[in-house]
């Protein structure tokens, strides 16, 4: 599976958008991108996946570019309860793997 | 709430000693996963089994065993417990076979094993 490569923290001011950053240059065409998160001492939690579109759902959006080399997950209004460590997995055909994530600290 | 259940939530044993942590994954879904998280080494995947039978191994010590119940509950055994075991322990589940994409998974809350 392609390795990622993200910042090991990050801040955001409580109501604003939280733009995490993942760098994947290595994806292979059958490769998806996930991203989960974990609260602290909790069990990981899916937050969204996509392959080549740009996908939203109730939690998140996730940008993938074009040359699919990168992508950012969005959280359009940060609260002080998305502080956690956010983990970019690249996944083919194998489980899944998590890197150190990026700490997300979201302050009042 | 995933729906997955991981029991007990802490566990408190001595070196040398054996343990088994169990996980119940969400109704309806027949692959386990068993993952470690230490402080120092993150989180790692140790093995996985889909409907009884094993799927994949990873960083598994020998001393640690895992088996899937025909009521698809999952079991890992830890013996000879040494104090570099003290971790997080974390099952997940998923509806597939795993190994492949567009596949999630749903963890449970954990058992945070001590081991004195």
């Known amino acids: 599976d392609a390795k990622t490569t993200q910042p090991p923290s990050m801040d955001c001011a409580e109501g604003r958008a939280a733009n995490l950053p993942c760098n994947h240059s290595?994806?292979?065409?059958?490769?998806?991108v996930y991203w989960y998160r974990q609260i602290h001492s909790q069990g990981p939690q899916y937050i969204i996946h996509g392959l080549k579109n740009n996908e939203t759902n109730e939690m998140a959006s996730l940008i993938i570019t074009e040359d699919r080399k990168s992508s950012t997950l969005i959280l359009p209004h940060a609260t002080l309860r998305d502080t956690a460590v956010y983990y970019c997995?690249?996944?083919?055909?194998?489980?899944?793997?998590f890197g150190k994530g990026t700490m997300l600290l979201v302050s009042p | 709430d995933s729906g997955v259940t991981q029991t007990p939530k802490h566990l408190i044993t001595a070196t040398g000693q054996r343990v088994t942590l169990r996980c119940s994954p969400r109704s309806g879904d027949l692959s386990v996963y068993w993952y470690q998280q230490s402080l120092d080494q993150g989180l790692q995947f140790l093995i996985q089994?889909?409907?009884?039978?094993?799927?994949a191994k990873g960083n598994i010590l020998e001393r640690f065993s895992a088996q899937q119940f025909p009521d698809l509950h999952s079991e890992l055994n830890l013996s000879s417990l040494e104090l570099g075991d003290s971790a997080l322990y974390f099952c997940?589940?998923?509806?597939?076979?795993?190994?492949?994409?567009?596949?999630?998974?749903?963890f449970g809350s954990g058992t945070q094993l001590s081991v004195l």
């Open positions: 290595t994806i292979s065409g059958n490769e998806y």
């Open positions: 997995i690249v996944q083919g055909y194998s489980t899944l793997t």
């Open positions: 997940a589940s998923s509806v597939a076979p795993g190994q492949g994409s567009n596949e999630k998974l749903f």
């Open positions: 089994y889909y409907n009884g039978e094993e799927r």
